[in-house]
């Protein structure tokens, strides 16, 4: 059973860093695509980043470009979002997402295979 497990997340305030980690388990990173999305109070779910397991490319949301940066480790199976210069806006729940065989995820950061359930992260002004 594919299971994608969240952490890191937590309340900093605004200008400060946090980094997130997505620990997959019940298959290996190999030619997966992996990727952030989040959902902040009466909006809609939107993509943030997402990487390509086997080549690394990477992809970012204008809005997070220059401050997040997204990372893997296939050996230990774990994704990473390191999170830079937040802002309030940046405050939702932040979901890692898996794609078998990259297709569409990271190029419309709309859907996914599998979901985790997802980190708060709160920036205080």
């Known amino acids: 059973e594919v299971q994608l497990v969240e952490s890191g997340g937590g309340l900093v305030e605004a200008g400060g860093s946090l980094t997130l980690s997505c620990a997959g388990s019940?298959?290996?990173?190999?030619?997966?695509?992996i990727g952030w999305f989040r959902q902040a109070p009466g909006k809609e779910r939107e993509g943030v980043s997402c990487i390509y397991s086997d080549e690394g490319k990477t992809f970012y949301a204008n809005s997070v470009r220059g401050r997040f940066t997204i990372s893997i480790d296939n050996a230990k199976n774990t994704v990473y979002l390191q999170m830079n210069s937040l802002k309030p806006e940046d405050t939702a729940v932040y979901y890692c997402a898996a794609e078998e065989t990259p297709s569409i995820m990271c190029v419309d950061m709309t859907v996914a295979d599998y979901w985790g359930q997802g980190t708060q992260v709160t920036v205080s002004s």
């Open positions: 019940g298959f290996t990173f190999d030619d997966w695509a």
